[in-house]
């Protein structure tokens, strides 16, 4: 079975700091691997995904994430933080190696910013 | 502009009613859309596949009985709690598979908030 782990339940970061959020997934097959964003009594806004073409993915928001799976891995990067980047971010794991398939979330990292 | 929309936004019950919640794709079609319950300052657990034309697939844990699904169209999924409790009070999601030209894609809905008082 399909799963993630977030690494941090909260990581906080300066202003114009780089951010980093970590995730580890495990999937017996080739993984559809994406970053969903929830702001405070929102529903989810997607990210970003992978669905193994090029490794390093580009979102929105100036989010990007690269998938290694050496390390089974697809961390979410930006490289410099705003203070409306503060919100809850999932990651998330496809049940069946598509994007049609059901979603397996991670327990999510809240990020917040200090100014 | 949105794909999935969700009706009401939010809610407020007594307990022991029943309340249902919409789940509409907007101009797409889905054959397939989901259901997920979300707990405060907790992630999303899947609770049922809801597939047009067929009963709903639920994971574990999750009553059938309760938590009634319908996907009579295929812009419409419909998620009915029968006998509210104040545990059943959460965010509801749902999500809706919609094909395009690139390929499969699922688009979440804004979500339901109920409250069972």
């Known amino acids: 079975a399909q799963s993630v782990t977030q ?8 202003e114009g700091a780089l951010v980093l959020l970590r995730c580890n997934y495990s999937s017996s097959v080739p993984p559809y691997l994406f970053w969903y964003v929830q702001y405070p009594n929102q529903g989810l806004q997607l990210l970003l995904k992978y669905t193994s073409a090029a490794t390093l993915v580009k979102g929105i928001n100036g989010f990007e994430a ?6 089974t891995s697809f961390h979410l990067t ?4 705003h203070m409306s980047d503060a919100a809850e971010y999932f990651c998330a794991v496809s049940d ?7 979603i397996i979330f991670g327990s999510g990292t809240r990020l917040s910013i200090r100014p | 502009g949105a794909v999935v929309s969700q009706h009401p936004s939010w809610v407020i019950c007594k307990s022991g009613t029943s309340v249902k919640i919409e789940c509409r794709s907007l101009d797409f079609q889905a054959t397939t859309m989901f ?3 979300q707990f405060p300052k907790q992630s999303l657990m899947l609770m049922a596949t809801s597939n047009e034309g067929s009963k709903a697939t639920y994971e574990q844990g999750v009553e059938k009985d309760k938590f009634l699904i319908n996907h009579a169209s295929l812009t419409l999924s419909t998620l009915t709690v029968t006998s509210a409790h104040p ?3 959460s965010f509801y999601i749902c999500s809706a598979v919609i094909s395009g ?3 499969k894609t699922q688009y979440f809905g804004p979500g339901t908030r109920l409250l069972v008082l």
């Open chain 1, 7 to 14: 690494l941090g339940s909260h990581v906080s970061v300066s």
């Open chain 1, 66 to 71: 690269e998938f290694k799976k050496s390390e």
């Open chain 1, 78 to 81: 930006k490289p410099s933080a």
């Open chain 1, 96 to 102: 069946g190696g598509s994007s049609a398939s059901k």
């Open chain 2, 35 to 37: 259901w997920y319950r």
């Open chain 2, 87 to 89: 545990e059943d009070s």
């Open chain 2, 101 to 103: 030209r690139a390929g």
